[in-house]
C-alpha cells in the first residue's frame, strides 16, 4: 500500500508538472532561463563579496589594523558588498517586469531584454574594479544605466497594454517600438527621480543637524 501511495504521489506531481507546462507552453522557456541565469549571477556575487572579504582581511592583517567585515572601507570590500547587495536589491524590479512583460506582452519580448539585463548587472564588479585603485567610476553606469532601462522598457508595455489595452510589441515593428519604448522608459526614469527628489524635500525639514537630533 505504502509503495502504491508513493507511485500515486510522483504520479500526481508528474501531472502538475504537465499541467504547468502546457499552461506556460514553451515559449516561456527564454523568461525561466532569464530567471535562472539571473540567480547563477547572484550567487556568484555572493562567492565573489566572500573572497574579497578575505582578501580584504589579509591585507588589513599585513599593514597591522582591525578589519570589520560589515565597516570596513577597503575598496575591495565596498566594491564587493555593493555588486552583491545591489543585485540583491534589484531582484525585484527585475523578476516582475520580466514576468509581466512575459505573461501580458510579449515571452520573447522578455527574453531577449531580460538577458540584455543580466548581462548588464554582471559587467557590474567588472567596471567598477577598472576605476582608480579599484573605485567606483563613470564606467559602473555602463552596467546600471542599461539594467534600468531594460527594466522600464518591460514596465512600458506593461502598463500600456494594462490602461489601453494595445499590445505595443505586437502592434509597432521594431524600429517603431524602439523609438517609443526607449523615450519612455527613460521617462519614467526620470519621473522616479523626480518622485524621489520630492520625498526628499518633505521629509527633509524632520532630520536637524544638530547633535541632538540622533
Known amino acids: 500500500f505504502g509503495s502504491s501511495q ?24 527564454g523568461p525561466v532561463l532569464v530567471t535562472v541565469a539571473y540567480f547563477v549571477v547572484y550567487y556568484a556575487f555572493m562567492f565573489l563579496q566572500i573572497k574579497a572579504r ?47 512583460c512575459a505573461g501580458c506582452v510579449s515571452c520573447q519580448f522578455a527574453t531577449w531584454v531580460g538577458s540584455i539585463a543580466v548581462v548588464a548587472r554582471f ?24 539594467y534600468y532601462l531594460s527594466v522600464w522598457s518591460m514596465f512600458v508595455p506593461v502598463a500600456v497594454w494594462a490602461v489601453a489595452d494595445v499590445n505595443m510589441v505586437e502592434e509597432l515593428p521594431l524600429w517603431g517600438l524602439l ?25 527633509n525639514p524632520a532630520f536637524g543637524d544638530d547633535e541632538d537630533s540622533s
Not at 185 to 202: E, S, T
Open 6 to 29: 508513493h507511485c500515486g504521489t510522483r504520479l500526481d506531481r508528474r501531472q502538475q508538472t504537465l499541467h504547468w507546462m502546457a499552461v506556460l507552453g514553451d515559449e516561456f522557456k
Open 54 to 100: 578575505e582578501a580584504s582581511a589579509t591585507r588589513a592583517e599585513e599593514r597591522g589594523r582591525a578589519y570589520d567585515k560589515h565597516n570596513d572601507k577597503d575598496p575591495q570590500t565596498v566594491m564587493a558588498n555593493r555588486t552583491f547587495l545591489n543585485t540583491l536589491e534589484q531582484m525585484g524590479p527585475l523578476m516582475m517586469s520580466l514576468w509581466l
Open 179 to 203: 523609438l517609443v519604448i526607449l523615450p519612455s522608459a527613460a521617462a519614467a526614469f526620470i519621473v522616479v527621480f523626480l518622485l524621489g527628489f520630492i520625498l526628499h524635500c518633505i521629509t
Open 123 to 146: 559587467l557590474f564588479p567588472i567596471m567598477w574594479s577598472l576605476g582608480p585603485g579599484g573605485r567606483w567610476n563613470m564606467l559602473v553606469e555602463l552596467s546600471t544605466l542599461p
